[in-house]
């Protein structure tokens, strides 16, 4: 990998980390004469199911993301962690290098695996998890290596044995896998 591409992607993911989401909708108002012990009590009983990513905040393609997952065979919450870290799941989030959508895919890997709109947030997430597949199958299952070869690309870590020394492909390794356990927020 050339300095380059190194420093592009570097740029990229700095500006993904400043990506603001938009606000949460205000919290609707509690119906006249309920209290507040009434409010939490009603709050406590009531089951709440987790996100897919264990992250907090909504996850728009959540059902999306499933099929793709169940279609590649990839853990539906490691390709959402990838996404988030990816993209925040801005589906018209791009780089200075030149990846694209939420999977943030260079369009050479796009046209590889079949995405002709790498915008198209479908698209994206079904070339993103084939993609993931791809580096799961080539380093045997070892997700830590497929995550560093999504980011750094597979002949750095083939290069390395592992996760390359680089400082952003070894904090990348580590929130993607945060989200997808739900460890980081």
Known sequence: MSIDVTVARVSELSALLTFSPPAAAPAPAAAP??????QLATAMTTPVS???TGAAGDNPFAAEIAAAAARNGVDPNLLTGLIRAESNFNPSAGSPAGAQGLTQLMPGTAASLGVTNPLD??????GGAKYLRQQLD???GDVTKALAAYNAGPGAV?????????????NYVRRVLGYAQGSIT
């Open 158 to 170: 083939e290069k390395f044995g592992g996760v390359p020394p680089y400082e952003e492909t070894q």
């Open 33 to 38: 004469g309920t209290t507040f012990g009434s």
């Open 138 to 140: 080539h380093f045997g």
């Open 121 to 126: 947030p479908v698209q994206s997430i079904e």
């Open 50 to 52: 987790a996100p897919a």
